[in-house]
């Protein structure tokens, strides 16, 4: 790794392997997800197939925080050390805003924030760069193989079993080479074509539901009042005119901050604007923001928009979020739709989906017992964000609770505790527990 931006540089992954090559595991896209799971298996000693659509350096449309969660994978693959190493902004605190201009800081614990692993938002260019530079050198040193632009363009199966791929190299109309193996991993994100198999054709379920999914748009600005220095506050406001979505703002350090807004497609469907455009108007015209902006530039070309697969139950559906598994094959991060609903947050989920499913691989377990361990780890603080997100399409609602919250401390533990505890989580099952925090 030379020079001081090496992300920006490219990925040697050598040569393309032979078609019909046979592999112990098919892995189909080289984000965090599909870059862990590879990286679990090669560690074991498998060889491993890490397919990626496109080439790096690349650049993928996100909030660029990376939470807490995401860092004991970012230990345990050999990342974290260089991560730190390089340009970041560290995460302190939340601030949360509502419809009416009152807002609460949400503190992360000190302990964590000290061992630095509170959390970290920085491009994700860089930190999927650490993620697949990585896997690459795990892969390659256990007899697997890595191959940038390749379009997966077919998904085998044998009665429903999934049993390899057909690529294309540098797109659809690019150079076939065919691929097998017992286990095929899909971590290439809400378009993954393993997904689409999966889902739609073997198990024939809905892929999209509007009201499971989110628009997210993004912008990179410099000179954003407020957000200077490299630790400090993430910021997700509650905006009138934005709400049932929010706007957010995430610094990056060096001055550069994330600036986005998010809201579901089904709600945005009955908007009838662009996100884009919403953005604008708040960015000029909002009394809370205005004057932040005023001196601030907007970085050229990054303004950019995508897709986000919520995690949040399907109700009457018996594998939650939805199906994750065939024969074969397994769902990993956005292919499996594990976006967190009310923060929009999917590295974590991303990073120990593709963990546990490298260990179902390795178990040759996989099927309905990946989707029941998948939901039992994260089924509860997915169905509480669901929550929180319905909540807060509520204006009176957000402005009582943030309100509350803003004078009493209690509250605010609460609220942290929340963000950094999943023993805590457990708590917003209890009604009565919520009742006596916010009324009392």
């Not at 609460?104 to 760069?129: C, H, I, K, N």
Request: charged share 25%.
């Amino acid at each position: 790794m030379a020079g001081e931006r090496f992300w920006d540089e490219p990925i040697e992954t050598g040569p393309v392997p032979e078609s019909d090559s046979n592999f112990d595991c098919i892995v189909v896209g080289g984000g965090p997800g599909g870059a862990a799971a590879a990286s679990y298996l090669a560690m074991e000693g498998k060889r491993v197939l890490l397919l990626e659509k496109r080439i790096w350096p690349r650049d993928k449309v996100c909030g660029d925080a990376v939470g807490g969660k995401s860092l004991g994978h970012v230990k345990a693959l050999g990342v974290k050390a260089t991560l730190e190493s390089t340009p970041h902004f560290r995460v302190t605190g939340i601030v949360f805003s509502s419809p009416n201009g009152k807002d609460v800081t949400v503190p992360l614990p000190e302990e964590d924030v000290e061992r630095m692993e509170a959390g970290y938002s920085l491009p994700r260019q860089q930190f999927d760069w650490l993620l697949f530079d990585r896997a690459t050198e795990l892969v390659l040193e256990n007899g697997g193989s890595v191959v940038q632009n390749a379009m997966v363009t077919k998904v085998f199966d044998n009665d429903g079993r999934i049993t390899g791929v057909e690529i294309g190299i540098g797109g659809k109309g690019g150079e076939k080479r065919t691929y097998s193996a017992p286990w095929t991993i899909g971590a290439a994100g809400y378009r993954c074509p393993v997904a689409r198999k999966i889902v739609k054709e073997i198990a024939q379920e809905e892929l999209v539901d509007r009201m499971h999914y989110s628009w997210g748009y993004r912008e990179y600005w410099s000179g954003v009042k407020g957000c200077e220095g490299d630790s400090g506050n993430i910021e997700i406001h509650f905006v009138d005119s934005v709400v049932p979505g929010y706007f957010w703002l995430f610094p990056l350090g060096g001055g550069r901050v994330n600036v986005g807004i998010g809201m579901v497609m089904g709600l945005l469907d009955k908007q009838k604007k662009k996100l884009k455009t919403i953005q604008a108007d708040v960015i000029a015209n909002h009394p809370s923001f205005k004057e932040r902006f005023a001196e601030a530039v907007k970085i050229e070309g990054t303004g950019k928009g995508w897709q986000l697969p919520f995690g949040s139950p399907r109700k009457g559906e018996k594998n939650q979020p939805r199906r994750a598994y065939a024969p074969g094959a397994l769902l990993v991060g956005d292919s499996a739709s594990l976006v967190d609903p009310f923060s929009g947050e999917g590295v974590g989920n991303a990073l120990l989906s593709g963990e546990m499913a490298a260990r179902h691989v390795l178990e040759n377990k996989g099927g309905p017992a990946y989707q029941e361990e998948l939901w039992a780890a994260l089924g509860p603080e997915l169905t509480n964000s669901f929550k929180m997100q319905k909540m807060s399409r509520r204006k009176w609602l957000l402005n009582w609770f943030v309100g509350k919250a803003s004078r009493k401390p209690v509250i605010q533990e609460m609220m942290t505790e929340m963000i950094a505890s999943k023993e805590a989580q457990e708590n917003l099952h209890s009604k009565w527990f919520l009742v006596k925090t916010l009324l009392f």
